[in-house]
C-alpha cells in the first residue's frame, strides 16, 4: 500500500510475535517462507533511511499482540497511524 514505515512496524511486531511463539511452541517457519520474508524487509528498509526504519520497526517490536493486530488490520491508518488497544 505504499507505506513503508507502516510495514516496517509491522515487520517488527511480527519479529516480537514469532520470537514468543518460538520460545513456547518450538515452532519455525519453512525456509521459502524466510526467503520471501527476508526480500520483503529488504524492500522496504530500501525505502526508508536508517533511522526511520529502526525507529518503526522497534515500534512495531513494542506493541502488544492486540495493538499489533489492531494497527494491521485498521486501513486508514497511516505510516504512523493511530495505536489502540482492543480486548
Known amino acids: ?24 511452541l518450538g515452532w519455525s517457519w ?3 517462507a524466510w ?9 522496504v528498509r530500501a525505502q526508508l533511511d536508517d533511522a526511520t526504519f529502526a525507529a518503526a520497526w522497534e515500534a512495531g517490536r513494542a506493541l502488544s499482540l492486540h495493538q499489533a ?13 493511530p495505536i489502540r488497544e482492543t480486548v
Open 69 to 81: 493486530i489492531a494497527y494491521a488490520l485498521d486501513s486508514g491508518a497511516g505510516p504512523t497511524g
Open 1 to 24: 500500500q505504499r507505506q513503508p514505515e507502516r510495514a516496517a512496524r509491522l515487520f517488527g511486531a511480527g519479529q516480537a510475535v514469532r520470537q514468543a511463539s518460538r520460545s513456547n
Open 30 to 32: 519453512p525456509i521459502g
Open 35 to 43: 526467503i520471501d520474508y527476508e526480500q520483503d524487509v529488504a524492500a
